[in-house]
């Protein structure tokens, strides 16, 4: 973004936006480079590693409120349980009160169930906002099936599914609904609206749903996430059911192993 902001306007937004920095976050952003003033300028110095990372916050962090400066800006970074060291060193490097005052609002999410220690002490920090999310209630699934389908009223049973599956996670909800229109449960009316479909009509046990396949991998990458042992537990767990006797979760676990 930025550098399509220096692209359009010229050599003096470069200067105000980028300047030396330019080269340094090139290394990071090969685009800067395609900027004339950015590719003339001198390779960075050659420093020790932790000074080269404290050289690239300090530019990084210049660079956003200079960009600040021509309109507010916020900053989005989803899924911050998979960001790499030098992302978080960064977060860490950036003081909320120097944020504020710059009009720079950086907002992360992150699932709380994959967090890393470094994450959850961000997270955590002073001056930082946590915010945490709940579950979706059966109101709110019923009201994406609705925005989704543009149905007034969408199924009761389709609705009950969509929310037992999903146990109210949005990504799983819709996944789950495009496989009930791939299972022919809605259909479309000659005029193109979604309606129940035949076999949702007769009653279909829609528990025998298969799972999507966009649910299937993203389960199957966190259970290949875990350690052999704790591997062993969550098998037993999904053998056993939603509520665990700890007795016979731990005879079904010595068994697995």
Not at 45 to 68: I, V
Not at 199 to 217: C, N
Request: charge should be negative; glycine fraction near 8%.
């Amino acid at each position: 973004s930025i550098a399509d902001e220096c692209r359009s306007q010229g050599p003096g937004m470069t200067e105000m936006l980028l300047g030396r920095r330019g080269r340094v976050l090139a290394d990071y952003e090969p685009s800067l480079l395609d900027l004339p003033e950015v590719r003339e300028l001198s390779p960075p110095a050659r420093l020790s590693p932790e000074a080269a990372q404290q050289r690239l916050y300090g530019d990084l962090a210049e660079t956003f409120f200079a960009y600040a400066l021509l309109q507010r800006l916020v900053l989005i970074l989803d899924d911050l349980q998979w960001a790499d060291e030098l992302t978080i060193g960064f977060l860490r490097s950036l003081s909320p009160s120097s944020l504020a005052d710059q009009g720079v609002l950086v907002v992360g999410t992150y699932r709380k169930d994959e967090a890393g220690e470094a994450l959850r002490s961000l997270a955590a920090g002073q001056g930082v906002k946590h915010v945490e999310l709940r579950p979706l209630d059966r109101a709110a699934v019923a009201s994406i099936a609705r925005d989704m389908l543009a149905l007034p009223d969408p199924p009761a049973a389709l609705v009950d599914h969509l929310f037992a599956s999903s146990d109210g996670n949005p990504f799983f909800v819709a996944e789950y609904l495009r496989a009930a229109v791939e299972e022919g449960l809605l259909a479309r009316d000659p005029r193109g609206n979604w309606v129940p479909g035949p076999t949702l009509g007769k009653g279909a046990d829609l528990s025998k749903l298969p799972t999507p396949g966009s649910v299937r991998d993203l389960l199957e990458t966190r259970l290949d996430a875990l350690a052999p042992g704790a591997r062993t537990w969550a098998f037993a767990a999904s053998v056993v059911g939603r509520e665990i006797d700890r007795g016979v979760l731990e005879k079904v676990a010595r068994a697995e192993a």
